[in-house]
């Protein structure tokens, strides 16, 4: 794959996403580390702005969540000016669209999600060294209590429990 190249001693889950993905990417940003020239997003704004604002609901003690989709909105909502920049990200309808989007989006959280939890931790850093020295790195948006042990939350994804293909090799 990338032969005699020296994989860094740190990896986190974007770069592993980025070796899965394309070798070459891997490279270039992990292992080289040329710099990107990434453009505004919208989607990525818009993502980054659910995340912030179910990070702050979260953040509230339970009986301070209700009505759910009431308290996640105006959580949107005061968040959303820190992440969407107009000038870079369009109009005002590119705005309103992709406003309105996020709203839909955490107006279906509670119905699909336990807005009750009480988590443990939230953005939490968390590490491990493999057997070969290379470690493993990376941000946790959620950490809940389950049964006998930790229930890990990524809001990007929705995952919420690892399968064996996400460990393997």
């Known amino acids: 794959m990338l032969e005699g190249v020296q994989v860094p001693s ?4 974007a770069a592993l996403a980025r070796f899965r993905v394309c070798n070459r990417q891997f490279l270039l940003v992990d292992v080289e580390r040329v710099p990107r020239r990434e453009q505004p997003n919208p989607l990525l704004a818009q993502g980054n702005a659910i995340h912030a604002a179910l ?7 339970p009986e301070d969540r209700t009505p759910p989709v009431e308290v996640l909105q105006q959580a949107l909502r005061s968040q959303w000016r820190a992440h969407w ?6 109009n005002a309808d590119t705005e309103i669209e992709f406003g ?3 709203l ?20 939490q850093w968390v590490q491990t060294t493999l057997p070969n020295g290379v ?4 941000k946790v948006d959620r950490i ?3 049964e006998d042990g930790l ?3 990524d809001y990007k994804t929705g995952k919420h429990q690892l399968d064996a293909d996400d460990l393997h090799g």
């Open 55 to 61: 990070e702050r609901f979260f953040g509230l003690r």
């Open 151 to 153: 229930d890990l939350i």
């Open 144 to 146: 809940d209590p389950f």
């Open 10 to 13: 740190r990896l986190s889950p």
């Open 85 to 90: 920049k107009s000038q870079a990200l369009g």
């Open 100 to 102: 309105r989007k996020a």
């Open 135 to 138: 470690e493993l790195f990376g």
């Open 104 to 123: 839909g989006i955490l107006g279906s959280f509670p119905e699909r999600f336990d807005t009750t939890a009480e988590p443990l931790a939230r953005e």
